[in-house]
């Protein structure tokens, strides 16, 4: 007997009795079962239905409702529910979305106008994340123009529009200690891109439009870069400034020698003025340091260059020399420093030498009296105590 006829029977029986379920269950208790089973069936094929109903127009309705979203967190929120409903509600939900793609974007863009540079490169691949998922799970639906808007957004969100963000952030930076934060966030969002060079150069060259040599503010910039988050930008920055440094003639302001000079970079300044062959400028660098910062290192950097400029090295050492004329190991210090021999001329050169023999040998004179003084004294001290026990034992 097939299920079909089951059902017949009963009906049939159900129908003699009137309905009445106890008599009903009593004469055929398979059949009632049967009969509750495909009851309970068609009650939750309508509950499906009338479930998934609601869920697509629910879904419908967020495709509207995103719109109205107040902050980036709001809408990303419900679009990330959007990307996940859309393979499952339909041509319905996919025929409302197509229509409405354009605007659900410009919508989520224009959320993005408040953040800083390194919040909307993570919330620019977020979205474009959420369009390449929502580009896979539309493509069931064979709706090409839809699909292929997504595709080409996911991409488009990045190479164009935040590259674009990109640029107009730092076109007009001036670089200063307060960007470093953010140029490092472009520097390693670059560095995951197919080529890092097309953000990178244009960077690079922005930055290297600024003065490096009379720019305190780029130079902070710099000396906070760092080299492992800061890749090409690091390398190019600090390159820039060691070129200076190094160059024996470009010039680099008095604002950032100062700067250096207060913040451990002593010795690139000493090796830059002892090196500098522009004449001008080390004489206008000469009238502002020279015997005025209470570093003779820096003052013995200038007397090092062999650069012609108006100045009183001689005198400057003279002085020094006279002031010290008994510490023989700071007079040896100074004549050893470069070019003190030209400055103060060789016969001066061998006075000082014999000035310093003199002391070194009145230096050991006075030390071979003062080890006789102590012997001395011990000798003393020891005859007293002799004589003191001496007594002590003839009183006994």
Known sequence: MTFLNNIKDFFNLANELKFDIAQIYAQDPKGTYVFISVLLLIVLVIVFFIRKSIKTKLAISLVSNIQNSSTFDEYDDKLNKLTNELPKRGLKLVDSLNTQKEIILIKELALLKSFDIKDKITKYKQISAHYSLMAKNSKKYKVEELTSFYEKKSKSLLDENLDQEIKNYYKNLTFDKKDVEYINSIVTYANTRMNPNDILNSLILTINKYSY????????????????????????????????????????????????????EKEKVYSYISNLVNPI????????????????????????????????????????????????????????????????????????????????????????????????????????????????????
């Open 213 to 264: 040599g009379f720019n305190l503010k780029l130079f902070k910039f710099v000396k906070l870069l760092d080299k492992k988050q800061s890749g090409a930008v690091y390398f190019n920055c600090n390159e820039k400034i060691n070129e200076l440094l190094n160059s024996k003639e470009k010039q680099i302001s008095s604002v950032i020698l100062t700067y250096m000079l207060e913040n451990d």
């Open 281 to 396: 400028y080390l004489q206008d660098l000469y009238t502002k340091y020279f015997s005025k910062m209470k570093s003779q290192d820096l003052d013995f950097s200038f007397i090092a260059n062999d650069t012609q400029i108006k100045s009183n090295y001689k005198d400057y050492i003279d002085a020094k020399l006279t002031s010290n004329w008994k510490d023989a190991s700071y007079i040896k210090y100074v004549l050893e420093a470069p070019r003190v021999v030209e400055v103060i001329g060789h016969f001066d050169y061998r006075t000082i030498l014999e000035r310093i023999e003199n002391i070194e040998k009145d230096l050991e004179r006075d030390e071979r009296v003062t080890e006789a003084l102590d012997t001395a004294n011990k000798a003393y001290k020891l005859a007293r105590e002799a004589k003191e026990l001496a007594e002590l034992n003839y009183r006994d």
